[in-house]
């Protein structure tokens, strides 16, 4: 089993995303933007970061690399991919995750632990969660409300694909808890077939109790079991 | 030389935060006539082309990189 990271120019979560799968004792390699193979590696990570400065729209330059190419072809042979934060805003420029990634509603860049409740734990990325389960989890972005249309976020929660929510520490859903005004306070979400998912969060900053939780490493765990075990997702 | 000037800004009904910032920091400034402000970007492309069709790569370029059609609409003008 090998995990695979992106390093798109300005990527800068991952180092971090790297270490969190080598702290599970798995194999795990760069992949270089310029590249258009995957190197035979099983999941593919799209860290954090400001690829390309994020300039026009975060996300929206990166996802026409030449390895977006290779991840696409991946994604849609039922590869494991997971987008965080900028990952996950090119995940859903390139098409490969619905909605859009809009300015936080307060307009500032928010870097704080937030709380997300799991809403699916059937799914290849969080399969080692349970459910319901409260994670304890950073966010550092400018670009992370949710928006979709209301009758597709109806089609989101119908097919599952609804994978975090912003909660409070005892899982509440609240306005308070939503740190940018993404709608109905989602924090992650997978494609309809659930191989893709991306999330606002980081969780390979929350990977030891020394930084404030080990919660993140759930997610890590979830795809090396879905790998190990061969779980599939329920959705669709 | 031809020359197109894009404008992308969000759909109607689209929350748009940074136009409803300016809009406050207008009525703050006194200026109660202003009742809502859109915010966008424009761009300004020079093209290497003569022919008709330009136009349909124009409106190309603009659905799959410069605007983001899910939550943008554009608009393009055109001069020689």
Known sequence: ???GVVTFPGSNCDYDAY????????????????????????????PGGFSYGDYLRSGAIARFSPIMQAVTKFAHSGGLVLGICNGFQILVEAGLLPGALMRNNHLRFSCKF?????????????????????????????????YHFTSDIEDLIKNRQ???????????????????????????????????????????????????????????????KSLTE?????VA | MKKATVFVRLKDGVL???GLTIQKALLNMG????ASVKSGRF????????????????????RKLLANPVVEKYRVEYDQ
């Open chain 1, 1 to 3: 089993m090998k995990f």
């Open chain 1, 114 to 146: 937030v709380y997300l409740r799991v809403e699916n734990n059937e799914n290849p990325f969080t399969v080692s969660c349970r459910a319901g389960e409260v994670l304890k989890i950073p966010i550092a972005h400018k670009d992370g409300n949710f």
């Open chain 2, 16 to 18: 748009d935060p940074q």
């Open chain 1, 19 to 46: 270490a969190a799968v080598k702290l599970l004792g798995r194999e795990v390699e760069f992949l270089w933007h310029q590249s258009t193979d995957l190197n035979g590696c099983d999941a593919v990570i799209l």
């Open chain 1, 162 to 224: 609804i994978l975090f929510r912003y909660c409070d520490p005892h899982g509440a859903i609240t306005e308070e808890s939503n740190p940018n005004g993404s709608l109905f306070n989602i924090g992650g979400i997978c494609n309809k077939e659930g191989n893709v998912a991306g999330m606002m969060p980081h969780p390979e900053r929350a990977v030891e109790d020394i930084l404030g939780s080990s919660s993140g490493l759930k997610i890590f765990q979830s795809i090396i």
């Open chain 2, 31 to 34: 200026y109660n006539q202003v």
């Open chain 1, 230 to 234: 061969g779980v599939r997702s329920e």
């Open chain 2, 43 to 62: 761009f300004e492309l020079e093209i290497n082309a003569d022919n008709n069709d330009i136009k349909s790569k124009i409106d190309e370029i603009c």
